[in-house]
């Protein structure tokens, strides 16, 4: 097929757009409009759905199915054609095809056991290779305004938000599709929540349950594992935090607490009652606890109350090889782990080493080659607003903390010091 462009013409290799975008856009062939686009036609073929034809509405006459192939160019504001008469494409779908606006718009999407999580809203379509691929399935509010024509007052109101909550799931989280597709009128079954919740990554996974009832974010947090939950539960909005604590036991938000540093911890307890934030902090480590308590009162004089123990470290005369292969263990569970730190058997600090350099080294070369011995440090007595200063004028996404003898006494994170939601800095 030739070149999918926009409306100036220029070839795009890859493209992303809605199906709420292009449902009515107009049909054209050799520049006059013989209908508008009326529904797409998707194949399973592999982990993402593939567009094999398109369904045009014609104002005079029956409609047409016309191949992806025949498509000469297609943007939300025309689609055109190669064929010379629409005519030789005239008639309905097939029985079995799978149309994307009758078939899966407006179902609702239900996890394994058969609960319902949201409807399906809208649709994105992504161009690669001169294909066009189902990739997501939309079940915001966002996604239902967008559908109304109403980008823009969408846009306007999730700017007032700290970000737009455009919440898509990727089709392979999809079941298959029934093969008697022209009798189906159920709904939409996900995988997503039993087979393959441990997948997601904890942002996806915090979206996906700010979307779903009260009840049922409840079920999914007590079905994760402790670090994957205490992950998500910090990238959950605030609000809802307070609903999940209020309405989750005790010891297991306690539990979720104690797998986050104590910055998050402060930031995440922050949000809550007084009385509610004690009786989780009574069920902590009692040196967590204590350190929480300090930066939840403001006592930012020492930056240690903020400190992580857990960094990747190496001794300076291993090789990148040797480090390579044990990083996957020495990282499991840190909360520090785009930087390896390069430490004496007395924990003196002696370099630093951005994975990154790391992966590109020469597998022979030693670590206390090619490391950089200049490292910036803060003191164990720095205040939190130093800390804050240094991050803001290094760009760093950590930075360790040594003595006057360079003994390594943990490190601060750029999320702990300036991505705090509530601010201990006043």
């Avoid at 494409?89 to 799978?98: E, F």
């Avoid at 189906?184 to 996974?205: I, S």
């Avoid at 291993?318 to 990282?331: F, G, I, K, S, W």
């Avoid at 950590?398 to 991505?419: F, K, N, Q």
Wanted: proline fraction near 4%; hydrophobic fraction near 40%.
């Amino acid at each position: 097929m030739n070149d999918i462009t926009d409306s100036n013409a220029t070839p795009l290799k890859e493209q992303a757009f809605f199906l709420s975008e292009i449902l009515g856009v107009k049909v054209t062939i050799a520049g006059k409009k013989i209908g508008k686009l009326d529904d797409v036609i998707i194949k399973e073929n592999g982990s993402l759905p593939v567009v094999t034809h398109i369904q045009v509405a014609r104002p005079f006459g029956e409609s047409a199915v016309v191949p992806w192939e025949k498509i000469g160019s297609l943007s939300p504001k025309e689609i055109t054609l190669t064929v010379e008469n629409i005519a030789t494409y005239s008639g309905g779908p097939d029985d079995n095809a799978v149309l994307l606006r009758d078939h899966i718009l407006d179902k609702k999407a239900i996890d394994m056991d058969g609960r319902e999580m949201e409807v399906i809203y809208d649709i994105k379509l992504t161009l690669k290779k001169d294909k066009l691929y189902v990739s997501d399935v939309d079940l915001s509010r966002y996604g239902l305004l967008r559908r109304m024509g109403l980008t823009g007052l969408a846009n306007y109101i999730y700017s007032l938000a700290e970000r737009v909550r455009e919440q898509t799931i990727s089709w392979t989280y999809i079941q298959p599709l029934p093969e008697d597709i022209g009798s189906f009128r159920g709904n939409l079954q996900f995988k997503v929540l039993k087979e393959k919740l441990a997948d997601l990554h904890p942002v996806d996974l915090a979206d996906i349950l700010e979307e779903m009832e009260p009840n049922q974010r409840v079920e999914v947090m007590e079905a994760l594992d402790p670090e994957q939950a205490s992950d998500t539960f910090e990238e959950i909005d605030p609000n809802i935090q307070r609903d999940l604590v209020e309405s989750m036991k005790v010891e297991k938000v306690a539990q979720l607490i104690d797998q986050m540093t104590t910055g998050q911890a402060a930031d995440v307890l922050s949000i809550l009652s007084a009385t509610e934030a004690e009786d989780i902090l009574k069920l902590l480590d009692h040196e967590n606890a204590v350190k929480i308590r300090a930066i939840m009162e403001h006592q930012e004089e020492n930056i240690l109350d903020f400190a992580t123990q857990e960094y990747v470290s190496f001794p300076p005369d291993y090789t990148v090889e040797r480090a390579q292969d044990e990083y996957r263990t020495a990282a499991k569970g840190k909360d520090v782990i785009m930087y390896i730190y390069v430490l004496d058997q007395k924990k003196r600090l002696l370099g630093v080493i951005d994975l990154k350099e790391l992966l590109l080294a020469d597998d022979k070369a030693l670590l206390k080659d090619i490391m950089e011995e200049h490292v910036h440090t803060l003191d164990p007595d720095s205040t939190l607003k130093e800390a804050h200063e240094k991050f803001a004028r290094y760009d760093y996404r950590a930075i360790p903390i040594s003595d006057e003898s360079y003994t390594m006494l943990g490190c601060v994170t750029h999320r702990d010091i300036v991505g705090l939601k509530h601010s201990f800095l006043e």
